[in-house]
């Protein structure tokens, strides 16, 4: 046993009941220099541990004496021929894998010597046979486990049941983590995915109030990602909190300035960038000081004391940001509902990460959407100064994040305007030129994907946009064009379509 807490006192409450006790290695001595009168298994087995303890427990004597059907005759028949003694409890917990793998430095080899065979093949024994025989993987069971013992004389069939069920969840469990251990240097798809995660908490509900929901994260550490965050104050984060906040921190990543990002419903609201954190929130909630209202705002600087004045005068569900200086946390005290995160390394990148989602009978898997573009062809007469190229790739960073169809539009890196998931792309367009309350001659645009049709130049023109960035490769693209070399606006593809479904 690698956890022996409260083996001990459990063992001693057992022998009480005169329940005879079989141990093996480390848990075996621990137990008889408490004064537990523990039986080697090796007495039992005739063998000896071999293998520098490899092998133990891997004997028919003992699985006979786990996995024998109780009210079987023919079962208890070759249990007399074959001498072997019934198993009726079983209490084991693992090798520890995760805690190995977690190490710094641990090493393939180290990783492999914490791969535990004999023990989880124990366990599954004694939960395939539930209906007779308890198994316990979890300290926290010892003490309802010996009360019905104590009490009845046996467990009930319910807890026994109960306890395999958290078994096969625990092997399960500790095999998807070796899987992924082993497989984390692959980059293909496997033609078979295990995944597993550990609770993180549950939630008062999910996306709405009459749905149930929890929050699960994956083993290991996941540098510059939400789990990683260290909550500093306000309400316990809700299902639309994560989501929301995890939209905010994937766009910011796009950006090594001081930016700030706003979200509503995981789009963007309002984005900016500036010389300072400062500047950039002044400008990101200038952007649309409406919809802001109620969103979340993820930062790649420190907020100090003057931006935390200004994010004060509104109401705001989630600050997130590489940290906090003691003013701005002063002042925000007096939010008291406002959730404030600190994560440390928030521009990490996670390139290798995957794209989950859920479908109704399966799973679709994808890489993360690294990428930005695959060029930057201007394909028009017009040419776009370098300060609309700026503004641009910084539209096409957004944009990439909006939920298709997708329009942004930009100007001195700040957003003006965001249309997001519309059926129509002409209608993302007109939605934000309709919704925005800035003037936007002179603004860019970005579209997430490529204009079927010239529709959009030609709107674009009318509100003044003066130069444009998509990805190109419509059948239909020299109309586009054609209509840009008629209004005199620049137009750049980037090769890189970015749907966001």
Not at 103 to 118: L, Q
Not at 374 to 393: F, G, H, R, S, Y
Not at 461 to 484: H, L, V, W
Request: aromatic share 6%; hydrophobic share 40%; glycine share 8%.
């Amino acid at each position: 046993m690698s956890d022996k807490s409260g083996i001990v006192d459990f063992a001693k409450e057992l022998a009480k009941l005169e329940i005879e006790i079989l141990s093996t290695g480390g848990t075996a001595k621990l137990l008889k220099e408490s004064g537990v009168n523990a039986i080697d298994v090796s007495e039992v087995t005739g063998f000896p541990e071999c293998l520098d303890g490899r092998v133990k427990t891997l004997h028919p004597v003992v699985h006979g004496g786990i996995l024998a059907i109780r009210d079987n005759q023919a079962h208890q028949k070759t249990l007399e021929e074959l001498k072997i003694t019934l198993i009726d409890l079983v209490i084991i917990n693992l090798y520890p894998f995760k805690e190995t793998i977690l190490k710094e430095g641990v090493t393939m080899e180290d990783a492999i010597e914490n791969i535990d065979i004999g023990g989880p093949t124990m366990l599954r024994s004694a939960a395939k046979n539930h209906k007779f025989v308890t198994v316990v993987t979890d300290p926290k069971d010892y003490e309802s486990v010996l009360e019905e013992i104590q009490e009845k004389g046996d467990t009930t069939f319910e807890t026994r049941y109960d306890l395999a069920l958290k078994v096969f969840q625990h092997t399960s469990h500790y095999d998807a983590l070796i899987a992924s251990y082993l497989g984390k240097d692959k980059d293909s798809f496997e033609n078979v995915i295990t995944v597993t995660y550990e609770k993180i908490q549950d939630l008062r509900y999910g996306e709405n109030p009459h749905q149930k929901a929890v929050f699960y994260k994956e083993i290991g550490k996941q540098l510059g990602t939400l789990v990683e965050g260290i909550q500093l104050q306000g309400k316990e984060l809700s299902f639309n909190n994560i989501n929301d906040t995890n939209g905010a921190l994937e766009l910011l990543k796009e950006f090594e300035e001081p930016t700030v990002v706003a979200v509503k419903h995981t789009n963007p609201c309002g984005v900016a960038s500036a010389a300072n954190i400062y500047e950039a929130y002044n400008k990101a909630f200038e952007a649309d000081p409406i919809s802001i209202f109620g969103g979340i705002i993820a930062a790649n600087e420190i907020i100090d004391g003057r931006t935390a004045e200004k994010m004060k005068n509104v109401f705001l569900e989630v600050v997130i940001a590489p940290d906090f200086t003691e003013e701005a946390l002063s002042i925000f005290a007096g939010k008291k509902n406002l959730r404030l995160i600190k994560l440390a390394d928030i521009k990490m990148k996670n390139a290798k990460a995957l794209d989950m989602k859920k479908v109704a009978g399966g799973l679709l898997i994808q890489d993360v959407n690294s990428g930005l573009l695959d060029k930057t062809e201007v394909v028009t007469t017009a040419k776009p100064t370098e300060e609309d190229m700026e503004d641009l790739l910084f539209a096409f960073k957004i944009v990439k994040h909006v939920k298709s169809n997708a329009i942004v539009l930009v100007k001195n890196k700040q957003t003006l305007a965001v249309g997001p998931g519309q059926t129509s792309r002409i209608w993302a367009l007109q939605n934000a030129i309709r919704n925005g309350e800035h003037n936007l001659e002179g603004s860019v645009l970005a579209s997430d994907a490529f204009f079927p049709f010239s529709d959009c130049v030609e709107e674009a023109a009318k509100a003044g946009i003066r130069a444009i960035i998509q990805p190109g490769g419509s059948m239909n693209d020299e109309a586009s064009i054609e209509a840009c070399n008629e209004t005199g606006i620049a137009m750049v593809f980037t090769g890189m379509r970015h749907f966001k479904h």
